[in-house]
């Protein structure tokens, strides 16, 4: 089972990661934060003090096309915040 799916980068996680070292990250819905923990340490190199954990629902979405209305919704998914040491820092962006 692959624990973490992708990183979430967003503005609001880009400053949290700049003064708390904090990360976000889209992860398995059956992952535990001991899991979690030991896959962003393994993946990163980096030494997780905390994990916090929530499910983000999905949203019924509805668009109108010529073939009339069309409904339907996102998926929900869960969510991972993953604090970091100090002086440790995740960089997504070294392999592009």
Do not use: C
């Not at 979430?8 to 996680?13: D, M, N, P, R, S």
């Not at 030494?47 to 073939?67: D, E």
């Amino acid at each position: 089972m692959e624990i973490i799916i992708k990183p979430i980068i967003t503005e609001q996680l880009s400053e949290q990661a700049e003064t708390l070292n904090r990360y976000g990250f889209v992860v398995a819905k059956e992952a535990d934060k001991g899991q979690i923990k030991r896959a962003v340490e393994k993946k990163y190199g980096v030494k997780v003090t905390a994990v916090n954990t929530m499910i983000v629902g999905g949203k019924r979405k509805s668009r109108f096309t010529k073939a009339g209305m069309i409904t339907g919704s996102t998926n929900s998914y869960k969510k991972a915040l993953v604090t970091v040491a100090a002086g440790d820092i995740i960089d997504f962006y070294s392999n592009i």
